[in-house]
């Protein structure tokens, strides 16, 4: 469950298909097969699923958020896995976060500024978004920016009020969201099944071996625990007599 093997798989079908491409090759397209990752807690997460892409000759969409307590962007250590990313041919995206913003116009300029900031800090173009926890309004919005990709625009999303696993959609949106796939399975049949088709998988879900919520969880609070230690060590060493209270390491 969620393990790389499993992801793997999902990305041999998908290539099998002779679908896959980004959202720009998407819109001369009458069948696409789009993937995409919404990086919610973990950028070391999303890099190593970035690797076993490559082991797979795979490129996909990352999208980071810029306001989010569980991970700094900008920080020297995942500034250097983004840019490593991104050298290697994904394409990176900002995944907004609306923060109570509700005028579309006000939530259009905010996600221009912080697009052009994180493109400014990283030396490479951001030309693409996600929303993080779209609401159905701003979804009906349908958002669309000269010259920006919205993931959630019509070209690549089909909005529905009551969307569920067999309505009829032009697009075929599936999401492991909450560590659950919604509207179907990226199986053989549901690939081949659809002509438009976006996939959206989020890299904190997926590990080497695979786990159910509740040890995906507890592993991920450790993976962060331990970070917290070694970025409070790597800033000062006021504490470096106390690490060995806090960790197994002596």
Known sequence: MFSYDEYKEIIRLVQASGLPCDYQEALLRERFIISRHDVEFSVGRA????M???SMDFKANYFFQWTNNSYNILSRKNGDMIRDMHMRGHRIGLH???GGLTD???IKRQMIKEMNILSEMFDFEIKQFSIHRPSTDILRANIKIPGIINAYQDD???FS??????TGLKVKYLSDANHVWRYGYP????LNGHDKIQILTHPFAWTETGHDNFENYKSLIEEKYGEMIDGIDGECKDFVEYRGYFTKKS
């Open 104 to 106: 579309i116009q006000a």
């Open 161 to 166: 009020e009551n969307a569920a696993t067999d």
């Open 52 to 54: 076993v892409e490559d």
């Open 47 to 50: 890099h190593a699923l970035s």
């Open 96 to 98: 907004f976060a609306v």
């Open 187 to 190: 199986d053989e049949k549901t």
């Open 156 to 158: 690549f999303f089909t």
